[in-house]
């Protein structure tokens, strides 16, 4: 069976409940250098995952989930992104990692309450 190539990235709660239940299906990360060089082998040359592992915090019992990995789009405009619990995402020029399947999820124990209130988020604001 081989090797499998594994994207290991890190989310906070929100997303990774968004993430847990299905809701969304694409991870966003900044157009940084960091990111092309986890992302690209070379322009418009994308490296190849197999899985994508996403951890919600840095301790052997913080959350866990696999999925299969479907690839990596460049998202170049102001698209705007709202989830039902009212959170609006606004990637701004970014990487869009899409996500398959759930494989499996270990220590995650439901969602945590949403916001109530419609929430605006742009992900240069934000720290992964």
Do not use: C
């Not at 990774?16 to 299906?25: C, E, M, P, R």
């Not at 989930?65 to 701004?92: A, C, F, M, N």
């Not at 899409?98 to 929430?119: A, D, M, T, V, Y």
């Amino acid at each position: 069976m081989g090797n499998k190539r594994i994207l290991y990235l890190t989310v906070n709660r929100h997303w990774f409940d968004l993430i847990a239940t299905g809701v969304k299906k694409r991870d966003y990360r900044q157009m940084k250098v960091y990111w092309y060089e986890r992302l690209f082998e070379s322009v418009n040359n994308p490296k190849h995952y197999d899985q994508v592992v996403i951890r919600n915090g840095y301790q052997p019992i913080s959350p866990v989930i696999r999925l299969e990995y479907k690839g990596v789009d460049l998202v170049h405009s102001q698209t705007q992104v709202t989830y039902p619990d009212g959170t609006v995402l606004i990637p701004g020029s970014s990487y869009a990692i899409n996500l398959g399947e759930i494989l499996e999820i270990k220590n995650w124990h439901g969602s945590l309450e949403r916001p109530k209130k419609r929430q605006v988020i742009f992900l240069k604001d934000l720290k992964h």
